[in-house]
Every structure is written in C-alpha cells, then in structure tokens.
C-alpha cells in the first residue's frame, strides 16, 4: 500500500469528525480552468478540468510546464526514438516536436509534482539520462528549433537548475550516502564542469546533506530558493544563477531532529521584488528571505498554525504521510497577504507583521491550495472527501465548490479559460 494512500485513509476517518459548514456551497464561478493531480496512484498524469462544472477537459501525461503553463513538455519512448512534445496543456494542441534519442526523461525534483528542466524564463531546457556510473544531459531551447548540446559526466549527477541565458546547468552529484550530495556547475559555452563544488562562501568545506522540499525560482531568474530537510535542522538552498556559489540559510525550528516537522515547509516568492516567504504548517514559524540580506533571513516570526486542542487529535494528516505538500503556501496578487495550509484550513498572513489575520474553511483537513493566475480567486482542495473549494481571496468567503473530482491532491495551476481551438 503506497504512503499516500495510506495517508488518505487516515484522514477519512478524521474528515468525518469535520463540521462539514460548507458542504452545501453553490457550484463555483465559470470561466477558469483548474490544473490538478488526483486519483490514488501517485503521481502521474495531469486533468484539466472545467472550474464551473467540474467536466473534465483532457488528461496531461506526466510532464513539465512552463511558469505560466503556456507550455507543456512530454517525452514519449518511440521504437529506437522518443519523441519530445511542447503541448498548449489548455487545449492539448502540439505547438513544436523534435526526435531525441531513447532514454532521456524530463527531470523529476523528488517527486514533487510535475517534472522540471526548465530555465525559469522558460526559455531553455535540459533532460536527463542516467545509465551506471554515467550521467547525460541534452540541453537546448525550448522551441525546440535548434538541435540540442549533449553533456556526458562520469558520476551520478541529477538537474537542479539551468539559467535564463542557456549557459550554466547547475547538477547535484550524488555521493556514497543517498542524502549526502554536492552541487556542481557545467559551462555549457565552454563544455566544462567547474572544478570546486558549489558552497557557501562561509562554510566551503561544510557537507551538504538533505532531502529536497519545496523550490521557487524569482521571476527574473536570478535565484532559486529550495527547502531541505535535515538531521540538524531544515535549511534553505539560495542559488544564484550564473554564479558559483550559494548561500544556505538556517530555518527555525522547534526541535531541529524533527523530520516530520521539516516536511511541511512551503514557499510562496512576490513576482515584484523577489522575497521569498516559507511557511511551516506544523511549528507555525514564517520566515521572510530577500536576495538583498542574504545570507541571513530578512525576518522571522511564529503563527498558530495548529488545529485547536482536541480537534481532530489522535489522527494524522496526509501531509504526514507523504512529506512535503504540493502548493502549500500562496501570496496575493498585491504582495501583501500569505495564505498558508494550516492543521485544518487556511490561515490568512499579514504580511507586513506576520500575523495570522482570519482563517478560511476552518475544520476542513486541507491538502493544496493556490492562487489564480489573474489573482481573482484562491482555490483548495481536500482529497479524502474529493472537494474543491473557490474563495473570494479579498473577503476569504467561499464562493463556491467545483464538483466531480476524484481524490484531488495537488492544486498545479489556475487560470481564466482560454477559447479552444
């Protein structure tokens, strides 16, 4: 039995002592297209479903898109081939197709929801192809105009990040221990792998050792921001991109050694000005990470999260069970309101104090949530009993309820309906 099924067992049970307030909520606002994972196997394909009345549109195979999602990339194995696709996810339509050879894949982040490989302007991408004790990169645009460069490394190297200029793929070079790794920089202008790891400047001969969380990229591309968790506490991975350096940054934490409480950490970046805003759904700690102050955190303050004493006690979330969550965390479009999964439902941030303001659906065991592409609505969804909330995200009332879905655990993507060819 997987761990995620496993998980939404549990949390039926729990979903039963639920006060249920908004079962009766009317169909949500049409016009908005939902990109969600859902069903009990893991992940695995996308739907695309219809927010007003919860029709399902098409089914994305596995893949990765673009920041916007006006692209998406899927890798099909041919007979001696395969074949790599740039698809419109909203209608399915192919926009551009190469031939690559056999074995490549498009990069998975452990597991933490559709695949990767992408620049974060979107404009270049890297797959990945690892056979012994070789690793192989191809590398190129994203149109899929031009022939792409292939990259050969002895060693066991995985994609953690490619710049918005083509030039630098940055790889995580597994060594002995599965959680003990370094990251390595590959000039793609001069085909060389950088001699020194990259480290921060202030321990560069610290180990590095974790397993990967939840990851933002600024939308000028000039850093990504990861989460790792730890036996000595969860710490954020600052890279800058084009550079040979990194910066890690110590998250607080109320017992250092707990795993389960490193798990739920989630990111939400401001598209203006870059900050960086992680939120722990267990401790309740928010923290505030600017490129400007590292490598220290900007500010840091702490929220009550949790659910109330002896609401739901004695069972365990999903989020327990299958780690970190997918879309845990969502800024408002002005910058100035965080929405955080909570124990039961949504709390809602202030920004400028860092102090839970109101709650939403309060009761509800949530699994995801995410802002609209436009901004006008905030979408959640429980998976164990199969809801999809919409929510005013100005007033925090619940609007409506898109009906239909089947286990839906990962909100990816929400935005106004584009007309269909």
Same mark, same amino acid.
């Given at each position: 039995?997987?761990?995620?099924? @496993? ?12 006060? $249920? ?9 049409? =016009? ?7 069903? %009990? ?12 009345? $919860?029709?399902i ?45 056999? $074995? ?15 620049s ?5 991408l890297?797959? !990945? ?32 990040? @490619?710049?918005n200029? +083509?030039?630098? @793929?940055?790889?995580?070079? *597994?060594?002995?221990?599965?959680n003990? %790794? ?18 921060? *400047? ?10 990967? =969380? ?6 000028? =591309? ?10 000595? &506490? ?31 950490w ?8 870059? @900050? ?24 840091? &303050? ?19 069970? *299958?780690?970190?969550?997918? &879309? ?33 659906? /309060?009761?509800e ?8 592409? /436009? +901004?006008? !609505? ?8 199969? *809801? ?11 609007? &409506? ?5 089947a286990?839906? !655990? ?12």
């Amino acid at each position: 039995m997987s761990r995620r099924l @496993l998980g939404l067992m549990i949390i039926a049970v729990a979903g039963l002592t639920a006060c $249920g307030r908004y079962a009766s909520a009317p169909p949500a606002a049409a =016009g908005y297209r939902l990109f969600l994972e859902e069903g %009990y196997n893991g992940e695995g394909s996308v739907t695309v479903r219809d927010a007003g009345t $919860g029709a399902i549109e098409r089914e994305l195979p596995a893949g990765t898109p673009a920041f916007d999602w006006s692209r998406y990339y899927t890798v099909t194995p041919l007979s001696g081939s395969s074949r790599l696709s740039a698809l419109d996810p909203a209608s399915g339509r192919t926009l551009a197709q190469t031939t690559i050879p056999i $074995g490549y894949e498009l990069p998975n982040l452990a597991g933490q929801g559709p695949t990767a490989g992408l620049s974060p302007n979107g404009q270049w991408l890297a797959l !990945w192809s690892g056979t012994g004790s070789a690793s192989r990169f191809l590398v190129g645009a994203s149109s899929l105009s031009t022939p792409f460069r292939t990259v050969r490394l002895n060693g066991t190297f995985v994609f953690d990040a @490619l710049s918005n200029d +083509g030039r630098s @793929l940055y790889l995580v070079q *597994k060594l002995g221990d599965p959680n003990h %790794y370094q990251v390595r920089l590959y000039d793609l202008t001069s085909q060389s792998l950088a001699a020194q790891p990259i480290v921060d *400047k202030r321990e560069p001969n610290e180990p590095m050792n974790g397993i990967r =969380g939840d990851s933002v990229a600024d939308p000028q =591309g000039n850093f990504v921001f990861t989460v790792y968790a730890r036996d000595n &506490g969860p710490f954020i991975h600052a890279l800058p991109l084009g550079q040979p350096l990194a910066w890690c940054v110590d998250l607080p934490a109320k017992k250092a050694t707990d795993l389960e409480e490193q798990f739920r950490w989630s990111l939400a970046i401001n598209q203006v000005n870059s @900050l960086v805003y992680a939120v722990n759904a267990s401790s309740g700690f928010v923290a505030e990470i600017a490129p400007d102050t590292l490598p220290s955190l900007r500010r840091t &303050g702490q929220v009550a999260l949790n659910a109330s004493p002896g609401h739901l006690a004695g069972f365990v979330t999903e989020a327990d069970a *299958k780690g970190a969550r997918i &879309g845990g965390a969502a800024l408002s479009a002005d910058g100035r309101t965080l929405f955080a999964l909570a124990d039961t439902g949504i709390a809602v941030i202030d920004v400028a104090t860092l102090k839970v303001r109101a709650r939403i659906l /309060d009761g509800e065991s949530l699994d995801s949530l995410r802002l609209s592409a /436009d +901004g006008r !609505w905030l979408y959640a969804v429980a998976a164990a009993n199969s *809801k999809l909330w919409q929510i005013d995200p100005t007033s925090g009332a619940v609007a &409506g309820q898109t009906k239909g879905l089947a286990n839906p !655990w990962a909100l990816l993507w929400a935005e106004p309906s584009r007309p269909l060819p």
